[in-house]
């Protein structure tokens, strides 16, 4: 799965989840998941903390209606 991201977390939405990659805050766009090949992907920003992937699995199960 793959998940966009941007950097404009001026405004955060229900199904979206502000986290920290590379030292800089982006929001996570859950809202607009999707399947990609990995030989699509160009290279990794950065990894997740704990806190963070919770936040952007919150935000997933927020979206697609799941209990958590």
């Known amino acids: ?15 979206e989840a502000v986290v920290d990659v590379a030292g800089q ?22 990894a997740l903390s704990r806190a963070d992937m919770i936040a952007v699995e919150d935000a997933i199960s927020l979206h697609f209606g799941l209990r958590r």
């Open 25 to 46: 805050r982006s929001k996570a766009l859950a809202d607009q998941i999707m399947a990609a090949d990995k030989s699509r992907l160009k290279s990794k920003l950065g």
């Open 1 to 15: 799965m793959a998940m966009p991201m941007t950097s404009n977390v001026s405004r955060v939405y229900p199904g």
